[in-house]
C-alpha cells in the first residue's frame, strides 16, 4: 500500500478513510456502479431492472420510495399501440407486463373486430397494486441497490459521465447513468391562477439538473400535461351511465404463464358524457385558465387535450365521451378519464356535477396540468445515449414523450445500453421493422417532437408484423442473446414455434371429402365444397376459425390433438393474413439495404453543396445513423438522400 | 426511397433520334429479364463481354433487331449484371423496348442511378461521383415539373385532386384503427369506393394511353382540313420535308405511315389525310368535299383549319369556328399565303376573329415553327380532348401500373370486407406511387390531419 494521499483526489466524498496498524482502509458508503438510474417511475425501474439482469450492479435513486412505479395519471396498461409496446418489453424480459398482469382489475382486447396487426391488450389496474408488484420485484432483483434523494447534478470529466451528486452532497460514481426525471424537472402544476412547485400533486420538483445539463451544451425546452380530478366513487350514481365489461377471456400482457385475473371477478366501468349545460360552466372558467392567460408555456399533446381544450376547438360538439374508472380492488376512488383540466377547482367540481351520474360528486382532489422541462431527443443516439456526453442516457418523459408504456420501453432500451457499454459491449438497437419501441426511438431521435409524443399504430409502417401475438418470436431470441431475458421464456418461444409449425403442417396436408366440411361451413353461412379440400384452404374463407373448424371436423382435430389456443391462434393469423404479412417482410427486405447502409460517426455534411441547405442542416444536426434514418427526418427529400449515397461512399 | 436491390433500366443514349440507341439494365435480374425478352435461347449461359445478334419480341411481335452486350458482375458498369440493348435509334423503339423490361420486373431508374450503384459497389471515384450527385440534384428538381408539364392537364390537377382525397380517406382510415375506443365518426365506405372506382378509371385511362401508344406510338393525330387551293398538301409537305432527318426508318411500320409522322419536341403528331394520300389529296378532297373531312376532323384529337388569308373569308371562317366549337373539336386557326410583306394587311382583316391566328406560308416555310410551337402547346398544355394522349414517359408509366395494382388491391380488399389495417397497407403503397408522379412526397402525417379534425383523447 503506498502513500494514503496518493488517494486522496480519487476517494469520493462520503468516504470513510482509516488506518489500522499499517494498512489504510477505504469504505465508501457507495461502491462505484455500472449504472446509476436517477428516477424510479415506468422508465427508471425498467432501466434497473434490465440492467441488473444483465449483470450490472445497479443504483436506483429515488426522491421518494414510497412512490416507485406511480401511475400519474390514469389507472390503466396498454391500449392501442400501447398495448403492443407492453408485450415487446415482456418479450425482452422486461417487468411491466408481468406488473400489469398482476394487478389487472379488467381486461379488454381492443380492436378484436380489425386485423390482427391492430389488437391491442388494455388492462385497468389497481393503482396501489401495480406500484406495490414493482417494488417487490426490484427488491427481489439481485445487484439492485435503493437510495433516496433527490439527484442535484451530474459528475462529468472529459465529455465522459462519472456519476451523479444528491442533495445530500453524496457523490456517488458510476460507469453509465441513466436519467428518467419524469415531469419532476422544473415541475410546475397549476389548477386555475394557482401555480406551485412539484413533479406530481403533492410531491417536490427537481432542480438543478436542468440547468447544468443546459450548461453543457443540451437543449431544453417545456412541455404540458394534464389530468383529471380524482373523485369518491361512493358519491356517483352509476345507473346513469352505461356499462363497460371486461373481455370473457383475459388474455394478459405477459408471456410467461401468469395466473392473471379470473374473468367473472374484472371490475367493470363505466360511460358516461358532458352535454352543453357542462360546457357552459367550464366557459366560465376560461378567464382564470393557466392555459388561456398564457402562464403555461408549454405545449401540450394535441390527442390528449384538456375538456376547456375539447369545449373551445369542438365547439360544435355537443357532448364529449368520458371513462369513469375505478383505481383499484379496495379503493372507492375514481378516475374520470377525458376530463383533464386545469380550470379552478371549484370550475370543475360545478361543471362535472352537470354530468350524468356524477351530481353528487365529492371530490378527493381536483385535475391540474404540470409543465414540465424536457430534453429534445434529437439530442441522442438511437441507443439514447446524449450526444454530448458519453455513457449518459435519457428515458421517458425527459425525452419529450408521454405514457407509461411509451417510457418503460425507452426505460427498457436505456438500461439495457447503459449496461451494454459499461461492460464494453456493442449496442442494441431494435429497428423499425423489429419493434414498436424501434418505431418509437427512431421517430423520436429523427424528428424530435415538440408536443408529448405518444405511440399510435399508424406511426408504424411495418404493424401487420409488429403485432401483439408475435412480440416474443420477435425480440426474446435476441434479448436472450444479450442475457436479459431467461432460458424459460426462449424455451416458451421455441416450444411455441415448434407447434406452431406442427400444426401448420397439418393443416396444409389435411385433406378431406366435401362431407366432412360441409356441416360445418353451412352453419358458418360460407358455401358448401364440391370437392376434396385442404383445411388450411377452409381457413382461408372469412369467418372460418381454426378452433370451430376443429370441433365439427373429429378427424381434424385428432390429427392436432391437445394444442394451446395461442398456438392455434398463430396458425389462423399466420394463414389468414399471409398476403398482407409477406408484402410488409417484402418491403422490409425491399428497404433493409438502406437501413443497414451505415453512415460513418463524424462524416463531414459541409461538402455536399449539391444537396439543400435545410437538408444540410438537419442532418448535421441529427447525425443519422443509417441512410434509412437520414430518408426519415423531414426537410430530407429522397434526392438529398441519394445525394448523401453517392458522397457517403461504400 | 430507392431499394438497392432490385433491376433497374433506362435509355442510357441522350434523348431524340439518332443512329442507334442504347437500353441498359442493371441488377440481379438483368440477364434474366433480356432473357425473356430475346429471341435467342440462352443468354443467361452466354460468358460475360459477349454480343449477341437477336431481336426484341413481345407477345408475339419483333420490336426491333438488336444486339445484346452481357456484361456479368463484378466486370461492369456499376459492378451489378448489366445488359446493353443497343436498338435503332428510335425513340418510339427504345420507349417499348424499355416498357417490356418493365413489364419482365424491371424498375425504371431514377435520374442518376446507374452511376449511384457503380459508385456503392466501389467503380467510380469521388470527383465522379460528385458530377452524379450535381445530377441528381438539378434533375429531381426539375422531372416532376417535366412530368406533369406532359401530363395532360386536367388529368394532372384530377390525379392530385384524387390523392388528397385518397390522403383524407386514409387519415380517417387511420382514426378508426388508432381511436377506435372513442367517440368519433368513421370513415364512409361507400364514398371512399367511388373515389377509388374514380381513381382507377383515370390512372387506366392513362395507363392505356401509354400501352395503346396514343402518343409513342401513334402520336397525336392531326387533321389538316381546309377548303380547296387552301394548300394543305403543301402544308404537309413543308411539315414533313423539315422533319425527314428526323423521322425514323422503323422496321414493320410502312412507309407511309412514318412519312406522315412529326416529331416536335419529342411528341410525335400523325398528319392524319383528311382525305387521303398527299399525292391524290387534291381530288379526293375535291371528289368528296367538306362532308368527308369533317368526319376525319371528328377522329383527329387536333384540327388545323387552314385556309387563304390573302383573301377576305371572314364569315366564312366565323361560321367554322362555331362549327369546332359546337362539336367539342380542339382547333387550330392558320391563315395560309402570308408572307411577311401581307402580314399586316392580313391582321387587319381577321380583326374580328377571337381566337389567335397562326399566319403562315407555307410555300415561302415562314412561320412553320410558330404552327409547330403552337400544336406542341396544345398538347403540353393538356387542352386536349378527353381520349388522347396522356403519357409519354415510361418513368410514369411504371409508376401508374403500382398505382393500378394498388388500387386493384384496395377494391378488391373492400370487396371482401378486409379490415382497415389492411387496406391502409395498399393505400401507404398507392400514395406512394401517386407522389411519384405529381411530385408530391407523402409525408404521411395523417395524424396532423385527424388532430385538427376530430375531438381525440380521452
Given at each position: 500500500?503506498?502513500?494514503?494521499?496518493l488517494?486522496?483526489?480519487s476517494?469520493p466524498?462520503?468516504?470513510?478513510?482509516?488506518?489500522?496498524?499499517?494498512?489504510?482502509y477505504?469504505?465508501?458508503?457507495?461502491?462505484?456502479?455500472?449504472?446509476?438510474?436517477v428516477?424510479?417511475?415506468h422508465?427508471?425501474?425498467?432501466?434497473?431492472?434490465?440492467?441488473a439482469n444483465?449483470?450490472?450492479?445497479?443504483?436506483?435513486?429515488?426522491?421518494?420510495?414510497?412512490?416507485i412505479?406511480?401511475?400519474?395519471?390514469?389507472?390503466?396498461?396498454?391500449?392501442?399501440?400501447?398495448?403492443?409496446i407492453?408485450?415487446?418489453?415482456?418479450?425482452?424480459?422486461g417487468?411491466?407486463?408481468?406488473?400489469?398482469?398482476?394487478?389487472?382489475?379488467?381486461?379488454?382486447?381492443?380492436?378484436?373486430?380489425?386485423g390482427?396487426?391492430?389488437?391491442s391488450?388494455?388492462?385497468?389496474?389497481?393503482?396501489?397494486?401495480?406500484a406495490?408488484?414493482?417494488?417487490?420485484?426490484?427488491?427481489?432483483?439481485?445487484?439492485?441497490?435503493?437510495?433516496?434523494?433527490?439527484?442535484?447534478?451530474?459528475?462529468v470529466?472529459?465529455?465522459?459521465i462519472?456519476?451523479?451528486?444528491?442533495?445530500?452532497g453524496?457523490?456517488?460514481?458510476?460507469?453509465?447513468v441513466?436519467l428518467?426525471?419524469?415531469?419532476?424537472?422544473?415541475?410546475?402544476?397549476?389548477?386555475g391562477?394557482?401555480?406551485?412547485?412539484?413533479?406530481?400533486?403533492?410531491e417536490k420538483?427537481?432542480?438543478g439538473?436542468t440547468e447544468?445539463?443546459?450548461?453543457?451544451?443540451?437543449?431544453?425546452?417545456r412541455?404540458?400535461?394534464?389530468?383529471?380530478?380524482r373523485?369518491?366513487?361512493?358519491?356517483?350514481?352509476?345507473?346513469?351511465?352505461?356499462?363497460?365489461?371486461?373481455?370473457?377471456e383475459?388474455?394478459g400482457?405477459?408471456y410467461?404463464?401468469i395466473?392473471?385475473v379470473?374473468?367473472q371477478?374484472?371490475?367493470c366501468?363505466?360511460?358516461?358524457y358532458?352535454?352543453?349545460?357542462?360546457?357552459?360552466i367550464?366557459?366560465?372558467g376560461?378567464?382564470q385558465?393557466?392555459?388561456?392567460?398564457?402562464?403555461?408555456?408549454?405545449?401540450?399533446?394535441?390527442?390528449?387535450?384538456?375538456?376547456?381544450d375539447k369545449v373551445?376547438?369542438?365547439a360544435?360538439?355537443e357532448?364529449?365521451?368520458?371513462?369513469?374508472?375505478?383505481?383499484?380492488?379496495?379503493?372507492?376512488?375514481?378516475?374520470?378519464?377525458?376530463?383533464?383540466?386545469?380550470?379552478?377547482e371549484?370550475?370543475q367540481?360545478?361543471a362535472?356535477?352537470?354530468?350524468?351520474?356524477?351530481?353528487?360528486?365529492?371530490f378527493?382532489?381536483?385535475g391540474?396540468?404540470?409543465?414540465?422541462d424536457?430534453?429534445?431527443?434529437?439530442?441522442?443516439?438511437?441507443?439514447l445515449?446524449?450526444?454530448?456526453?458519453?455513457?449518459?442516457?435519457?428515458?421517458?418523459?425527459?425525452?419529450?414523450t408521454?405514457?407509461?408504456?411509451e417510457?418503460?420501453c425507452?426505460g427498457?432500451?436505456a438500461?439495457i445500453?447503459?449496461?451494454?457499454?459499461?461492460?464494453?459491449?456493442?449496442p442494441?438497437?431494435?429497428?423499425?421493422?423489429?419493434?414498436?419501441?424501434g418505431?418509437?426511438i427512431?421517430?423520436?431521435?429523427s424528428?424530435?417532437?415538440?408536443?408529448?409524443?405518444?405511440?399510435?399504430?399508424?406511426?408504424?409502417?411495418?404493424?401487420?408484423?409488429l403485432r401483439q401475438?408475435?412480440?416474443d418470436?420477435?425480440l426474446?431470441?435476441?434479448?436472450?442473446?444479450?442475457?436479459l431475458?431467461?432460458?424459460q421464456?426462449?424455451?416458451?418461444?421455441n416450444?411455441?414455434?415448434?407447434e406452431?409449425?406442427?400444426?401448420?403442417?397439418?393443416m396444409?396436408?389435411?385433406k378431406?371429402?366435401p362431407?366432412?366440411?360441409?356441416e360445418?361451413?353451412?352453419?358458418?353461412?360460407s358455401?358448401?365444397?364440391?370437392?376434396k379440400?385442404?383445411?388450411l384452404?377452409?381457413?382461408?374463407?372469412?369467418?372460418?376459425?381454426?378452433?370451430?373448424?376443429m370441433?365439427?371436423?373429429?378427424d381434424?382435430?385428432?390429427?392436432?390433438g391437445e394444442?394451446s389456443?395461442?398456438?392455434?391462434?398463430?396458425?389462423?393469423?399466420?394463414?389468414?393474413?399471409?398476403?398482407?404479412?409477406?408484402?410488409?417482410?417484402e418491403?422490409?427486405?425491399?428497404m433493409s439495404?438502406?437501413?443497414?447502409?451505415?453512415?460513418p460517426?463524424?462524416?463531414?455534411?459541409?461538402?455536399?453543396?449539391?444537396?439543400?441547405?435545410e437538408?444540410?442542416?438537419?442532418?448535421m444536426?441529427?447525425?443519422?445513423?443509417?441512410?434509412?434514418?437520414?430518408?426519415?427526418i423531414?426537410?430530407v427529400n429522397?434526392?438529398d438522400v441519394?445525394?448523401?449515397i453517392v458522397?457517403m461512399?461504400? | 426511397?430507392l431499394?438497392?436491390s432490385?433491376t433497374?433500366?433506362?435509355?442510357?443514349?441522350?434523348?431524340?433520334e439518332?443512329?442507334?440507341?442504347?437500353?441498359r439494365l442493371?441488377?440481379a435480374?438483368?440477364?434474366t429479364?433480356?432473357?425473356?425478352?430475346?429471341?435467342?435461347?440462352?443468354?443467361?449461359?452466354?460468358?460475360s463481354?459477349?454480343?449477341?445478334f437477336?431481336?426484341?419480341?413481345?407477345?408475339?411481335t419483333?420490336?426491333?433487331?438488336?444486339?445484346?452486350?452481357?456484361f456479368k458482375?463484378?466486370?461492369?458498369?456499376?459492378?451489378?449484371d448489366?445488359?446493353?440493348?443497343?436498338?435503332?435509334?428510335?425513340?418510339?423503339?427504345?420507349?417499348?423496348?424499355?416498357?417490356?423490361c418493365?413489364?419482365?420486373?424491371?424498375?425504371?431508374?431514377?435520374a442518376?442511378?446507374?452511376?449511384?450503384r457503380?459508385?456503392?459497389?466501389?467503380k467510380l471515384?469521388?470527383?465522379q461521383?460528385?458530377?452524379?450527385?450535381?445530377?441528381?440534384?438539378?434533375?429531381s428538381?426539375?422531372?416532376?415539373r417535366?412530368?406533369?408539364?406532359?401530363?395532360?392537364?386536367?388529368?394532372?390537377?384530377?390525379?392530385?385532386?384524387?390523392?388528397e382525397?385518397l390522403?383524407?380517406?386514409?387519415?380517417l382510415m387511420?382514426?378508426?384503427?388508432?381511436?377506435?375506443?372513442?367517440?368519433?365518426?368513421?370513415?364512409?365506405r361507400?364514398?371512399?369506393?367511388?373515389?377509388?372506382?374514380?381513381?382507377?378509371?383515370?390512372?387506366?385511362?392513362?395507363?392505356?394511353?401509354?400501352?395503346?401508344?396514343?402518343?409513342?406510338?401513334?402520336?397525336?393525330?392531326v387533321?389538316?382540313?381546309?377548303?380547296p387551293?387552301?394548300g394543305?398538301?403543301?402544308?404537309?409537305?413543308?411539315?414533313l420535308?423539315e422533319?425527314?432527318?428526323?423521322?425514323?426508318?422503323?422496321?414493320?411500320?410502312?412507309r407511309d405511315?412514318?412519312?406522315?409522322?412529326?416529331?416536335i419536341?419529342?411528341?410525335?403528331f400523325?398528319?392524319?389525310?383528311t382525305?387521303?394520300i398527299?399525292?391524290?389529296s387534291?381530288?379526293?378532297i375535291?371528289?368528296q368535299?367538306?362532308?368527308?373531312?369533317?368526319?376525319?376532323?371528328?377522329?383527329?384529337d387536333?384540327?388545323?383549319y387552314?385556309?387563304?388569308?390573302?383573301?377576305?373569308?371572314?364569315?366564312?371562317l366565323?361560321?367554322?369556328?362555331?362549327?369546332?366549337?359546337?362539336n367539342?373539336i380542339?382547333?387550330?386557326?392558320?391563315?395560309?399565303k402570308?408572307d411577311?410583306?401581307?402580314?399586316e394587311?392580313?391582321h387587319?382583316?381577321y380583326r374580328?376573329?377571337?381566337?389567335?391566328?397562326?399566319f403562315?406560308?407555307?410555300?415561302?416555310?415562314?412561320?412553320?415553327?410558330?404552327?409547330k410551337?403552337a400544336?406542341?402547346?396544345?398538347v403540353?398544355?393538356?387542352?386536349?380532348?378527353q381520349?388522347?394522349?396522356?403519357?409519354?414517359?415510361?418513368?410514369?408509366?411504371?409508376?401508374?401500373q403500382?398505382?393500378?395494382?394498388?388500387?386493384h388491391?384496395i377494391?378488391?380488399?373492400?370487396d371482401?370486407s378486409?379490415?382497415?389495417?389492411?387496406?391502409?397497407?395498399?393505400?401507404?403503397?398507392?400514395l406512394h406511387?401517386?407522389?411519384?408522379?405529381?411530385?408530391e412526397?407523402?409525408?404521411?402525417d395523417?395524424?396532423?390531419?385527424?388532430?385538427?379534425?376530430?375531438?381525440?383523447?380521452?
Open positions: 500500500m503506498g502513500s494514503p494521499w488517494y486522496r483526489y476517494v466524498r462520503g468516504t470513510q478513510v482509516f488506518c489500522l496498524g499499517d494498512t489504510l477505504l469504505c465508501p458508503m457507495f461502491p462505484e456502479y455500472d449504472v446509476i438510474v428516477g424510479a417511475g422508465a427508471g425501474c425498467e432501466a434497473a431492472a434490465a440492467a444483465m449483470g450490472s450492479k445497479v443504483l436506483l435513486v429515488t426522491m421518494n420510495m414510497q412512490t412505479a406511480q401511475m400519474s395519471c390514469n389507472p390503466a396498461m396498454g391500449g392501442i399501440a400501447k398495448g403492443q407492453v408485450r415487446e418489453i415482456d418479450a425482452m424480459g417487468y411491466s407486463g408481468i406488473v400489469s398482469d398482476k394487478s389487472t382489475i379488467q381486461f379488454r382486447m381492443l380492436n378484436r373486430s380489425k390482427p396487426g391492430m389488437w391488450p388494455r388492462s385497468q389496474n389497481d393503482r396501489a397494486l401495480f406495490t408488484t414493482w417494488r417487490n420485484m426490484l427488491e427481489q432483483t439481485p445487484n439492485v441497490d435503493f437510495w433516496q434523494d433527490m439527484v442535484q447534478g451530474l459528475i470529466s472529459r465529455g465522459t462519472q456519476g451523479i451528486v444528491t442533495g445530500m453524496q457523490e456517488i460514481r458510476a460507469k453509465s441513466v428518467t426525471n419524469g415531469t419532476f424537472l422544473n415541475g410546475v402544476i397549476h389548477v391562477e394557482k401555480q406551485f412547485g412539484g413533479g406530481r400533486m403533492g420538483g427537481a432542480t439538473i447544468q445539463l443546459v450548461s453543457l451544451g443540451f437543449e431544453s425546452d412541455l404540458k400535461t394534464g389530468t383529471p380530478p373523485i369518491d366513487g361512493r358519491s356517483l350514481d352509476y345507473t346513469k351511465m352505461e356499462r363497460q365489461e371486461g373481455d370473457d383475459v388474455v400482457f405477459s410467461l404463464p395466473e392473471k379470473k374473468p371477478n374484472q371490475r366501468c363505466w360511460i358516461t358532458t352535454n352543453p349545460e357542462v360546457h357552459d367550464l366557459k366560465t376560461f378567464g385558465s393557466p392555459m388561456y392567460q398564457g402562464r403555461i408555456k408549454g405545449s401540450g399533446p394535441r390527442y390528449c387535450p384538456s375538456i376547456e373551445t376547438r369542438f360544435e360538439k357532448r364529449h365521451q368520458l371513462f369513469v374508472e375505478p383505481e383499484g380492488w379496495d379503493t372507492v376512488e375514481i378516475y374520470v378519464n377525458g376530463f383533464s383540466t386545469s380550470l379552478p371549484e370550475v367540481y360545478k362535472l356535477t352537470m354530468v350524468p351520474g356524477f351530481e353528487k360528486a365529492k378527493f382532489r381536483p391540474y396540468a404540470i409543465e414540465y424536457y430534453f429534445p431527443p434529437t439530442q441522442l443516439t438511437a441507443t445515449e446524449t450526444k454530448l456526453i458519453k455513457n449518459l442516457f435519457f428515458a421517458g418523459q425527459i425525452n419529450g408521454t405514457g407509461y408504456e417510457a418503460a425507452q427498457l432500451m438500461g445500453n447503459a449496461s451494454r457499454n459499461a461492460h464494453e459491449q456493442e442494441v438497437i431494435l429497428k423499425r421493422s423489429d419493434a414498436y419501441i418505431v418509437l427512431d421517430d423520436l431521435i424528428k424530435g417532437t415538440d408536443e408529448p409524443y405518444r405511440m399510435f399504430t399508424s406511426r408504424a409502417e411495418y404493424r401487420t408484423i401475438d408475435n412480440a418470436v420477435r426474446t431470441p435476441l434479448a436472450h442473446s444479450i442475457g431475458a431467461s432460458d421464456r426462449l424455451a416458451l418461444v416450444a411455441k414455434q415448434g406452431v409449425a406442427r400444426v401448420k403442417k397439418i396444409e396436408e389435411f378431406a371429402e362431407e366432412a366440411f360441409n360445418f361451413l353451412e352453419s358458418n353461412n358455401s358448401l365444397l364440391t370437392e379440400s385442404k383445411a384452404k377452409v381457413l382461408l374463407r372469412p369467418n372460418i376459425g381454426i378452433k370451430e373448424m370441433e365439427s371436423v373429429p381434424l382435430k385428432a390429427s392436432i394444442c389456443p395461442l398456438v392455434l391462434e398463430q396458425v389462423e393469423i399466420m394463414a389468414k393474413y399471409a398476403t398482407y404479412i409477406e408484402k410488409e417482410h418491403m422490409v427486405q425491399k439495404n438502406l437501413e443497414d447502409l451505415a453512415i460517426e463524424h462524416f463531414n455534411y459541409e461538402k455536399l453543396t449539391a444537396m439543400s441547405i437538408a444540410r442542416q438537419k442532418l444536426k441529427i447525425k443519422p445513423r443509417t441512410i434509412g434514418q437520414a430518408s426519415r423531414s426537410g429522397p434526392s441519394q445525394i448523401l458522397y461512399g461504400r | 426511397m431499394p438497392l432490385d433497374i433500366v433506362a435509355i442510357a443514349t441522350p434523348p431524340g439518332g443512329a442507334i440507341g442504347i437500353i442493371s441488377g435480374n438483368a440477364i429479364i433480356a432473357a425473356k425478352i430475346f429471341s435467342k435461347k440462352g443468354l443467361e449461359q452466354q460468358p463481354h459477349t454480343l449477341h437477336g431481336k426484341i419480341v413481345s407477345n408475339h419483333v420490336i426491333d433487331e438488336v444486339v445484346i452486350s452481357l458482375n463484378p466486370k461492369s458498369y456499376t459492378g451489378e448489366v445488359v446493353e440493348i443497343s436498338c435503332h435509334g428510335s425513340n418510339y423503339i427504345l420507349q417499348q423496348v424499355v416498357s417490356v418493365l413489364q419482365h420486373g424491371a424498375r425504371m431508374a431514377q442518376g442511378e446507374f452511376t449511384l457503380a459508385f456503392l459497389n466501389g471515384d469521388l470527383t461521383a460528385e458530377a452524379v450527385a450535381d445530377l441528381i440534384a438539378s434533375q428538381n426539375t422531372a416532376h417535366a412530368a406533369m408539364h406532359t401530363l395532360r392537364g386536367g388529368f394532372s390537377e384530377d390525379l392530385k385532386d384524387m390523392r382525397q390522403i383524407t380517406f386514409s387519415a387511420e382514426l378508426e384503427l388508432d381511436f377506435s375506443e372513442e367517440d368519433v365518426e368513421f370513415a364512409d361507400t364514398r371512399f369506393y367511388q373515389l377509388i372506382g374514380a381513381l382507377t378509371t383515370v390512372t387506366q385511362n392513362l395507363v392505356n394511353s401509354f400501352s395503346l401508344g396514343n402518343v409513342i406510338k401513334n402520336g397525336v393525330s387533321a389538316i382540313v381546309g377548303k387551293n387552301a394543305k398538301s403543301t402544308l404537309l409537305n413543308t411539315l420535308n422533319e425527314r432527318a428526323i423521322v425514323s426508318d422503323i422496321a414493320g411500320t410502312t405511315t412514318i412519312e406522315e409522322t412529326l416529331n419536341n419529342g411528341i410525335i400523325r398528319l392524319i389525310d382525305a387521303g398527299r399525292e391524290h387534291k381530288d379526293l375535291e371528289l368535299g367538306i362532308e368527308r373531312s369533317r368526319e376525319a376532323m371528328k377522329k383527329a387536333i384540327a388545323v387552314l385556309f387563304d388569308a390573302s383573301v377576305d373569308q371572314l364569315d366564312e366565323k361560321d367554322q369556328q362555331r362549327y369546332f366549337e359546337e367539342n380542339k382547333y387550330l386557326l392558320a391563315g395560309n402570308v411577311a410583306r401581307g402580314l394587311k392580313a387587319d382583316t374580328g376573329i377571337d381566337k389567335q391566328i397562326i403562315i406560308s407555307a410555300k415561302n416555310k415562314e412561320n412553320i415553327n410558330e404552327l410551337t400544336l406542341y402547346d396544345l403540353a398544355t393538356g387542352d386536349l380532348q381520349e388522347g394522349t396522356i403519357i409519354t414517359n415510361v418513368r410514369h408509366y411504371g409508376a401508374l403500382e398505382v393500378l395494382k394498388s388500387l388491391d377494391k378488391s380488399g373492400l371482401n378486409v379490415p382497415g389495417d389492411l387496406i391502409a397497407l395498399d393505400i401507404r403503397h398507392c406511387y401517386l407522389g411519384e408522379i405529381t411530385g412526397i407523402t409525408t404521411e395523417k395524424l396532423d390531419y385527424i388532430f385538427s379534425k376530430f375531438c381525440i383523447g380521452k
